[in-house]
C-alpha cells in the first residue's frame, strides 16, 4: 500500500538519494498508482520521471525503451511480478546509461509472504525474494545476492538492505503494509559500469586464464595449424572471446580481425576498433566473412546463439576443433 510514498520519506534523510542517486531523468517501472513524479520537487536534482505501466508494455522486456536511455531507474515492488526475473533485471540495466543507478525495491519473503505461498496478501506475485539463504521455504526463492552477482561485471553494488521500519515481528500471519508506516521489503541499489570499467574487467580476465597449451596440451599444434590455415586466406574475421586463444589470434591475423565481441560486453559502436571487446549485438555493425569461437568447450551453445539469435549461417562459423 503505497510503498512510494513510505520509500520517498525514507530516503529523503539520506543524502545520496538527493546527490547521486535521483539525478537526471528517471524512469519509474511499475509506478502506478503511487508514482515517484509525484516527488520530484523533494529530490531537486531530478529533471523528469517517465512512468511505466501495464498499459505501457511488458516490463520484462522493456521493448518499446532504447538502449541508455534513463540516469535512473526505480522500481517499487515490481520485480517480484515478472515471470523471468533475471531477463527483467538486464532490460532495466540496458535502458539505464553507464554511470546511472537502479533503485529497486522488492518484498522479503519472511515478512511479507511469512512461508505462505502462492502468496496470500497478493497472488499476481511470482517470486520471492531474500538477501542471501542457503535454502528458503519457498520454491521460488531468489537470493538478491544471487541475482546481482550474475550482472557482476556490469554493475556496481551500492546498497542492500532489509527494510523493516515500523514492522512488527512479533505479530503474524498479517499484511502489515496495509498500515500507512510499515515496510517489510528488501532495497537494493546498484551502479552501472562505464565502458572503461567494463574494458578493464575484461583485461583483467584474459590475464588470469591459463595459457592455451597448459589447457590443451594435446590440441595446441592442431590448433596453431588451423590458426595457419586461416592466415593464408583471404577473408575477414570476427573473433569471439578476448582471452589468451583470442589474443593470439590477434597476434597471427593481424588485420585480418576486424573486431571482438563477445556474450558479457554490452558495448556497440558503428566504427569497431580492435582493441575493444563489444557486445555480439555489434556484428551488425561489423563487416566481416566469418567469425571465429575461441572459447573452447562452450562452441556448441555459442553456436546455437549465434544462429538463432543473430540469424548466421553456419558456413560464416569457425571452430578451432
Not at 541475482?147 to 557482476?152: G, S, T
Not at 558503428?270 to 562452441?299: A, C, W
Request: glycine share 6%; hydrophobic share 35%; charged share 30%.
Amino acid at each position: 500500500m503505497l510503498e512510494q510514498s513510505k520509500a520517498a520519506r525514507r530516503r529523503f534523510y539520506n543524502g545520496n538519494f538527493h546527490n547521486r542517486y535521483f539525478n537526471g531523468e528517471g524512469i519509474d517501472i511499475g509506478g502506478k498508482p503511487d508514482p515517484f513524479s509525484q516527488y520530484i520537487g523533494v529530490f531537486p536534482l531530478v529533471r523528469s520521471v517517465k512512468i511505466w505501466d501495464l498499459e505501457d508494455g511488458d516490463a520484462q522486456k522493456m521493448q518499446n525503451c532504447e538502449d541508455e536511455s534513463f540516469d535512473f531507474v526505480v522500481s517499487s515492488h515490481c520485480l517480484e511480478h515478472m515471470v523471468d526475473v533475471y531477463e527483467a533485471f538486464q532490460n532495466w540495466l540496458r535502458i539505464t546509461k553507464k554511470g546511472g543507478y537502479l533503485i529497486i525495491t522488492v518484498p522479503d519473503e519472511d515478512m511479507y509472504e511469512q512461508k505462505q505461498w502462492p502468496s496470500v496478501y497478493n497472488t499476481d506475485h511470482k517470486h520471492t525474494f531474500t538477501i542471501q539463504k542457503s535454502q528458503s521455504w519457498s520454491e521460488h526463492s531468489i537470493n538478491i545476492f544471487d541475482l546481482l552477482r550474475k550482472f557482476q561485471d556490469h554493475i556496481e553494488i551500492e546498497k542492500v538492505e532489509k527494510i523493516s521500519e515500523f514492522y512488527n515481528h512479533n505479530l503474524y500471519r498479517a499484511d502489515q503494509t496495509l498500515q500507512p508506516n510499515v515496510e517489510s521489503a528488501i532495497e537494493f541499489i546498484v551502479r552501472k559500469k562505464s565502458d572503461l570499467q567494463i574494458i578493464e574487467i575484461q583485461k583483467e580476465r584474459s590475464h588470469l586464464e591459463p595459457k592455451i597449451e597448459d589447457r590443451f596440451p594435446n590440441e595446441f599444434s592442431e590448433l596453431l595449424t588451423g590458426i595457419q590455415k586461416l592466415k593464408n586466406q583471404n577473408s575477414r574475421f570476427v573473433v569471439y572471446g578476448y582471452g589468451n586463444l583470442g589474443r593470439m589470434l590477434d597476434d597471427l591475423l593481424g588485420d585480418k580481425i576486424v573486431g571482438f565481441v563477445d556474450g558479457i560486453s554490452d558495448l556497440t559502436d558503428t566504427h569497431s576498433k580492435r582493441d575493444v571487446v563489444y557486445s555480439v549485438k555489434n556484428l551488425q555493425n561489423m563487416e566481416f566473412d566469418h567469425i571465429i569461437i575461441t572459447l573452447l568447450g562452450r562452441e556448441e551453445q555459442i553456436v546455437q546463439e549465434l544462429c538463432k539469435t543473430y540469424h548466421l549461417d553456419n558456413d560464416k562459423i569457425i571452430l578451432l576443433r
